[in-house]
Structure formats: structure tokens, C-alpha cells
């Protein structure tokens, strides 16, 4: 581990303060950034701990929600609004990591935590852009079952790992970001990039940006909403893909309907394409599986992972044509 130097911020102000300062990191629960710095993936000259900033979880004017950058994995799975509110946001919190991660890891850091590639954590040999820009992509020939099939290039194929931010993604969460020129919103949308040929750059904040907030917009039919999770094993493993969904019914027919996708890009994947296919028409499976093909127009599977193209399609059409069956 690179020497560092450590300092605690009591507030947002001072913490920006600290960040803005040289080469630094902010320091929440810490459960992906010490291992990068073990790995000496991360070589921060300052870790700024955050984890006194204030952060909560309140209601907003219009009927939505604010959660505070800090607020703990856990405490936000189970909180009511979000239980009741927007399901597939709980749902999708508790099929990551362990619950003893849950409880450290804070929202900003699960954002904020980078690829799970294997080739990104060897650092004895393997080729990875993401770690060390311009030195080659060995999971495009090598070990890829887990890697992207939508928005990669031909410089990284890696996956974003976080279950929170798929389902932050379809719920149109916007991001409260402390920076140089004062606070700014950015949707969450927006926050992470497609690799193209800078895949080390995992985000468009700029240096010493401090997440301080995520906001939920008011979405009432997000009441009836699901996450699901594929992976190897029940426990404790990363997607090989997942689905988050919201869907509106009128009649039998999708009034409206929020899609996002999970293990299958750089970054938590908006199903825009199959929403569009999908408002104003029937809710029946052929649809659905129509949608999801519609998503999937411009998949590229590797050598290993060409069985997530329909898996997707299928999970996809199964989860809706579960939030169907539950509003029949």
C-alpha cells in the first residue's frame, strides 16, 4: 500500500476543501476503495474521511426522496419510503454484497466502486486499460464471461458492478455533486461514461467533486417494482446480469414504464429502446420478448458471454410479465 495522509471532514464544505488538494480520495465505509489501495490500484495521496458529513434520508416538497451520500447500504434498504415506495431499490441493495458490507458501505461509495474485471485486479501481468491507460484489454480474447455486451469498445469490455445504481438508473435518480464552481445536479444517467477509448475514466465528475445527495423524483406506479438478480451462485457474487423494472398498466395495455439493465455495460444500462417499444402497446409476453430483442439490436458477445444475450431477453420478459400478473 502507497503511503498516504489521512484527514477528517466535518462538514461538506471542509471536505471539498481536503479532496480538491492534490491527489486525494474520499473515504467512506472504504469497502471497495482498501482494496484497491491494497492492490496499489489506487494510490491516493490523501483519503478524506466523509463518514461525519450529515446524510439522511427525507422526503422532498414533490413527493420524492433525498438520501445523503453517507447514508449506509443498509439503513437504506430498510427504510420504509424506499420499501414501499420504490421496491426494486430495496430489492436491488440486498442482492449485493454481504450484509456485513451493506452495513459499511455508504450510497456515494457504492456509486463510486470500480469494475470487478479480473484482468483490472492482476496486476502481476494481465493488460488492462482501465488500470494502466493504453496498455491493452486482455479480457477481449481471454477470460470474458462476465464482460459487456452492449456500449463496450474495442479498449475495454468490462462491467459496472453495483445492483443500487441499475436500480437508481431506471428511477431517474439526479445526483447532488459539491464542486469548484458550487453545488450542481447531474442525472444519474449521466454520472458514468461508456469506456471508448479512456476506459480509466469511470465517471464524468471532474477533481475534488464530493457526491452529496442522491434525489429520487416522485414515480407512483415505481410502488409496483421489482429487481432481479442472475448470477452463479445465491450468495455474495456479482450479476451476470440483472433487471430492474416499473411498469404502469391501462387495462391490459403499458401506460408507462421505467427498464434498466444490469452486467451487461461500463455503466448501469437505461433499457430506453424497449421502454419505447413497449408504451402504449399490450402487456403480453410476445411483446415483452419483442422489447427486450429491440434492446438487444446491438449486442456484441465474446467469446464466452454469448449466452447473456437471451438470458437478458428472457429475464426481462419475465420480470415484466411478473409486474403484469401482480396488477391483474
Known sequence: ????????????????????????????????????MRETIARPETLVDVTRLAGGIEDTDDGGLLIGASVR????AEHIAVRTRYPMLARAILAGASPQIRNMATVGGNMLQRTRCTYFYDTDGSRCNKRSPGSGCDAVEGFNRNHA????????????????CVALTALDAEVHILGATGMRTIPLADLHRLPDDRPDVDTTLLPGDLITAIALPPLPFASRSAYRKVRDRSSYAFALISVAAALDLDGDHIRDVRIALGGVAHKPWRAHKAEAALRG??????????????ELGDAQALRDNGFKVPLVARTLAAVLSDLAGDMA
Not at 3 to 26: K, M
Open 1 to 36: 500500500m502507497t503511503p498516504f495522509t489521512y484527514a477528517r471532514a466535518d462538514d461538506a464544505t471542509a471536505a471539498h476543501g481536503l479532496g480538491a488538494t492534490g491527489t486525494s480520495a474520499y473515504l467512506g465505509g472504504g469497502t471497495n476503495l482498501v482494496d484497491l
Open 73 to 76: 447500504n443498509t439503513a437504506l
Open 149 to 164: 455486451i452492449l456500449g463496450a469498445s474495442a479498449a475495454c469490455v468490462a462491467t459496472h458492478p453495483s445492483d443500487m
Open 281 to 294: 402497446g399490450p402487456a403480453t409476453e410476445a411483446a415483452f420478448l419483442a422489447a427486450a430483442q429491440a
